[in-house]
């Protein structure tokens, strides 16, 4: 296989006014037979082109909360820190990737701002907007399973991992409300939150709200999430 090289999107920390990386995305892709790298974090398009043209596939991060506005709500107490930055350029990764049919994965913010950029809403916080009995937030340990999801009949993660459901981890306060219209639910909560979704008919568009990134060392469900974006990339 070819060793294809993905842009993970970078994270930042505005309480030390940083850009940082959590090793499992990277440690996840490399284990997969990936050569992860690091995007600038910037808006600038020339940088973000540049850097994208070098890359066989992207990875969008956890993070901070997607921006109520790019959904056309307003920022409720409730919502969490947003970040202007990666709002932009990952509109412009992500519009990219539609352009050119390029593989893009998304993890937790990555699933919401998928959702949104293609039409969706978010829950801007479950427990206030729609408190349940699933734990969507648990504490650490994070390598360990929070509560089960569903895959539905035709969802490629039922024909990934070879079966109808899974135990997953959970590190998350929104959540998708409404499913974009271009995007379908490729896994679902024990309380009815679309906590997968992919885009029919791309070679690879595809996220989950759970974290692979903090589980794949020891869940080999996680490990073929991560595998699976890598084949594509590699095609």
Known sequence: MNVPVIGVVPLFDFTKNSVWMIPGYIDGLDEAGAAPVILPYTC???????AYSACDGILFT???DVNPALYKEQKLPVCGECCSVRDVME?????RCLQDD???FGICRGLQFFNVALGGTLWQDLPSQRPGS???EMKPPYNKPAHAVGFPKESPLRELLEKDGARVNSRHH???????PRLKISAVSEDGLAEGVYLPGARFLSAVQWHPELDFMVNEDSRLLFSAFVKACAK
């Open 91 to 95: 509109k412009y990764l992500l519009e």
């Open 134 to 136: 699933v734990l969507h």
């Open 102 to 104: 390029k593989p893009a």
């Open 62 to 64: 956890g993070g901070q």
């Open 174 to 180: 929104q959540a998708i409300k409404e499913v974009s």
């Open 44 to 50: 600038g398009e020339r940088a973000l082109a540049r």
